[in-house]
């Protein structure tokens, strides 16, 4: 007689996540882990997707890689949409064939998102980018955007950031597709995770922003943002889907503001984006070892 069956439960495999706010650091400690965990990077950030914008997102250089191996950079062309449930599908299949081969993934970005989107087992609502709709909402302003959103589902847009035109316009599309944003369910987690947040002080962290800033604009950044006009048009690209500092540098070469104009918007803007990563990285404090950054 068989005594009765105790079911195990499955281990669940190792996963390392890097998380913070720009300019803290992530991708160089990011590296530094993957040398030492036998890992190959998954980038969770929803601008270096992109083909061609290096500088303006501070994409990894090959150099600062050292050759640990990257992945979800420079993989879609400028003019294409790309969902969170497309990063999800692709990033994931990424993921596991890392860990069939004996490596350990490391997500390091600043898209929350796409983080969440890989290590909690929520669902994503399947929703086709509606290009006519897209193009109607892109002619609103972000404010405009975010009351649209509020009418149609508030619970959504309470939820929010209201300051990001990207988010505000899914929703929008997803809300009219499917009534509302779906809600979703209490996360699990589907890996061990591992987590490091980047923790650097306000004036740590400002002071990081400047010179980065300054960085950037020597390294030809005007330069990069004249050509993204240049090959798209600057009557077919919106500058605000590529980010601030596209959108800011754009004005200039518009004579729309000064250099100096241009620099203290960029600061100041790219000093509000980081307050609000810091905000969304709160739900990961207490499951994240906090990395102290100088």
């Not at 508030?154 to 944003?181: C, F, P």
């Not at 979703?184 to 591992?194: F, S």
Request: aromatic share 6%; glycine share 6%.
């Amino acid at each position: 007689m068989h005594g009765n069956i105790i079911p195990t439960m499955k281990k669940l495999q190792k996963v390392i996540v890097v998380a913070g706010p720009t300019a803290s650091g992530k991708s160089d400690f990011a590296v530094q882990l993957a040398l030492k965990n036998n890992g190959e990077i998954i980038s969770a950030d929803s601008r270096q997707i992109y083909k061609g914008l290096d500088i303006g997102t501070g994409k990894i250089t090959k150099k600062e890689m050292r050759s640990v191996n990257h992945h979800m950079l420079d993989i879609i062309n400028l003019g294409d949409s790309f969902s969170v449930a497309e990063y999800r599908k692709r990033a994931t299949s990424i993921l596991e064939d890392i860990l069939a081969r004996g490596k350990t993934p490391i997500i390091c970005g600043g898209t929350g998102q796409y983080i969440d989107s890989l290590i909690f087992n929520t669902s994503i609502p399947e929703v086709a980018p509606d290009k006519k709709l897209r193009e109607k909402l892109e002619k609103k302003t972000t404010e405009a955007l975010y009351k649209l959103l509020l009418s149609k589902d508030s619970r959504r847009a309470k939820e929010i950031d209201k300051h990001n035109r990207v988010r505000l316009i899914r929703a929008l599309e997803i809300v009219e597709s499917l009534g509302k944003v779906p809600r979703q369910n209490k996360p699990k987690l589907k890996y061990d995770v591992e987590m490091y947040l980047m923790s650097p002080t306000r004036e740590i962290l400002r002071e990081r922003i400047i010179k980065r800033l300054d960085i950037r604009l020597k390294s030809k950044m005007i330069d990069e943002v004249k050509n993204l006009i240049t090959h798209l048009g600057p009557s077919s690209v919106d500058m605000r889907k590529f980010g601030l500092e596209y959108v800011t540098i754009s004005k200039f070469l518009e004579g729309k503001l000064s250099k100096e104009r241009m620099k203290e918007e960029l600061t100041n803007k790219i000093n509000q984006y980081a307050k609000r990563q810091v905000t969304w990285n709160k739900k990961y404090v207490k499951m994240a070892t906090p990395v102290p950054v100088e």
